[in-house]
Structure formats: structure tokens, C-alpha cells
């Protein structure tokens, strides 16, 4: 008997968010089958990547990202350099200046920065936080008011702060917000309920379910991914049908692999190609997993995992 | 697996409010009744227009449009033994958010409603009895059997049989509990839906009793594999129930809020 394909779709679906405006905007999330299984069902949209730039340029250390960004000095030239990153569909902001524990740069300024990259670039912005509850609080707070009606994205409120971010960037000032719960699931979906008992529209935000490094308890982010998906899909739970977005590149370019030197490990060979394998492997192994956007730094990743996502569309 | 399936029972004929409304063909009382139950999380909404032997379709059709325009085309579950009826109604039915479920079909007189859910692409309730109680197990599964085999010559998928055990009530029928969950927990093996007239257990009781009883014996159920019940979702003892057992049965993924949603 002739073997009859059977297509696995679900009648429920991942909501869409768009961020951006204009003809660039991007839209994520809306499709109805698991990660990545266009065989089951068309993917409704692509996977978005964003070329990430920080508050004080990008690390030229790296042959590959000095060369990129060669002749870019100031902010906004930066920015729209990586706009222009083939591959790339937004640019992303990590503010880690802002951090009280280290440059502790003020919200002022991390707002004006956050202006110039917005004006420098026609993509979509995601802008990423300190990382510092308090300090995120106000800086999200400043930027969404800033930078009103342009539809970036905030990465991202937590428990801690969730209410305040949701009501200034979503309610008052028109952007979106992630919501982020570092590996715990049962939080993951606390958030998106809180969220919309506030009477949050759900296509105003995603989900950051958090991320590792290959190799690094990267297991525990696999599981929550494959768990997020079969309750959204299978089970229908509307509390974790929101696309995720994953900042890979700030994990993986945090480890090891991809900060010895090649003078202090000579065996391991160049450290520009070890973090370039640990930013492709993490990012294609999430993207597998069931992310819907994710953040790259060097240039060769992203053309790497673009390439992916276009194979496999 | 899905989350458990409850249909609310609250608009039946033998309620005055609801009989009056049905008669004088009043929408207000029956949209109002509606609306509670779907607030307090009833998925499905059943529609016990009682035999009408009367005006049945037309009563049905007008109780099925009625509900579905006011409440966002709530699935319902079309409860009359005036076959007519059940026609009619699903002839005006939305199936946007769901199939219509015709109840009921049994072994008995009443298994040409089989028939009729598997022409109509509906849900069906299969009750495991001919007439009256089966007195075993051995008897309900011969019951269950006819109709899941009538169900697949007609071309239905077993999914859409849902089994109705037949909940007994506790105050005279305390022996037969044990073997009712074990029947369940037959169906459930063979991969079959189920349900049933869960406040059945708890009749002649205390009012204050009613609602521990049911939520104690869904609770049971629940563990043995039920995966819908007919009964009164503004019961918040029993939905509490419902909602925890499902946490415990990971059907709905745990959040602290699960009680909310």
C-alpha cells in the first residue's frame, strides 16, 4: 500500500507580531505547525534576524566586524551599516552601558543613542536593556516615550517590572515589549497572563524564554522550547502562543570558546571561527527549537543562519 | 492530551426560568445563561429543549441561533429525543468553534442518532445502555461496542464517539461507584472520549454535599481517563477540581495564575 503522508497541522497558531513600520517592517510568529515544518504547512513568516550593535560600537577587535564595519565611527553610521547587513532584518541595541555595575551610563544618554540608531535606519529596532531591573524600568520607560510610534521592540520586562514597562512602552507609547523568564516555563506563561489581565493585546509582545550557550545548560533551553511549542500548538494554550524571540549572540559571545585567545590556546585555533560556531550552533539549534526571531553579532553568523532559514523555508 | 471538556447543563427545560423563556421564545434568559456558564469556563453549551414534541425544529433552530449570534458561536450540544429537532438545529449550526454534539444516541431505541451525527459531521454522546442501567461492566462494553461499530460503518471517527458510562447516584447506588470508574478507565484505554452526567452522583444529597461529591468524583474520573463531563461549570468547587487535575494530568501547563484562565 502506497504510504500516504499525513500533514501535522494544529488549528491553533502562533500569533503574529509586527514590528517596524513602513515597508520594512517585519512580522513574526503565525505559524500553525512545529518549528521549521514547512513540509506540514507553509511557514506563515520568515524567521527574523537582527544584527546586533551596542552603546558603544561594535567589537573591532574581531577581524571580521572590523573589516564590516570599517569607516562606520559614530553611532548612527554603525546602525546603518548593520541595517544594511546582508541577511539581516533589524537592527538590535544592547544597551549594556547602562548597567549600574559597570559603565553606568545614564538613561539620558542611552536614550539619545537609542535616538540616533532610530534615525540612522529604515529596518525595525529591538533595543535590549541593561539587564539591571531598575535601571531597565526607567530606560524602556524613557525610550518608548522617545521614540513613540515606531513600533521597536523592548528586550525585555521581567516579573520585577513587567506592569510599568507594559504600561509606558505598550499602553502609552505604541511599541512592543518581550517578556523574559530565563528557562522557567510556568513563569513564561505567569507573564503572558499577567500581561493580559492588564488588557494587553497579545500581538504587542513576545517572549524571551531565555537562552544558553550550546554547552552551557543549552538542554534546559531545548526543553522549554519543545514545551512552549506543544502547549501553544498542541494544547491550544493561548498563554504561550506568542513568537519568541532569542538574543543568542550576547550568551555566546560570553563563554569561553569565544573569549581565550588563540596565543593562550593555540589548539583551539582562531577565536573569531570559535565564536562564529558557537553563535551559528546556538542560534540554529533555538531556531530549530521553536524561535521565531534571534540576535547575531558577526556578520559571517548571520550569513550563515539566514542562509539556513532560507534553505528551509 | 487536550484539556478536559466541560459542557454546561444549565439550559434545560426542566428550569422554570428557561422553560418560561422556551415557550414564550424569549432570547434574554437563555443568552443570560449562556454567557454564565461561558464565563465560568464551559467550553460546550448544552441545549435541552425537552422531547417539544410540538414545535421542536423550529424551537431548536431558534435556540441554536440565538445562543451562537450572542455568544461568539459557543459550540453547542444539541440535547432533544425529537430527532427533528436536532436536524434543524444543526441545519442553522456555526461550527467555527466547533462541531455541534448530538445528544444523545444509546444502544436502545435511540441508536439511529448515531446515524445522524455521522451524516452531519457531528460529535455524538453514546450512551452504554439499551434500557435502563446495565447492571455490569461486561454489559456496558457490549453496549459500547454496538455503537462505536455502528459509528465506524457509518464513517465516523471514533474521536467524535463520545462514551457516556452513566454516572449513578451515590445515595442508593454506593456499591456501583468503583465499577463506573473502572469503565472508564476501559474507554480510556481504547483511546475513547468520554463523558457523562456528572451531578447524577451527587442527587438527593445535601446541597452543601453536591458540589464535594462531584468534585471528589471528577477528580476520580479524571485519573481514570474522562475527558468531558455534562454538568454546572458555575460550580466553582468542581471547575477548581477540573482545572487542578488537568495541571496534575499536564494537559494545560501550570502558570499561578491557572485558576484565572
Redesign the interface.
Known sequence: MAFTRKAQTYSSSINEVTIGTGDKAVTIGGSNVMPLYSFDAPLKNKIAIGAEITDSGVDRTLPGIASYYEGADTIAEIAKRASEMPGADFVALALNGADPNGENRPVEECVEIAKQVSDAIDVPLVITGSRNVEKDTALFSSIAEALQGKNVLLVSAKEENYKTVAASAIMAYGNKISAESAVDINLAKQLNVLLSQMGINPESYVMNVGSAAAGYGYDYVASTLDRVKDAALAQNDAMLQMPIITPVSQETWAVKESIVSEEDYPDWGSRESRGVDMEVCTAAAVIAGGSDAVILRHPQSIAAISGMIADLM | M??FVVIGERIHCISPTIKKAMEEMNPEPIIKRAKEQIEAGATYIDVNIGPAEKNGPELMKWAVKTIQEACNNVPLALDTSNRAAIEAGISVYDRTNGKPIVNSADAGDRIENIDLAAANDAIVIALCSKAGVPSDNDERMVYCQELLERGMNEGMDPSDMWFDPLFLVIKGMQDKQMAVLDFIGQLSDMGLNSTGGLSNVSNGTPKYIRPILDAATVAMAMCRGLTSAIMNPCDARVMETIKASDIIKN???????FL??
Open positions: 487536550a484539556k494537559n494545560f501547563l501550570y502558570a499561578d495564575s484565572e484562565i
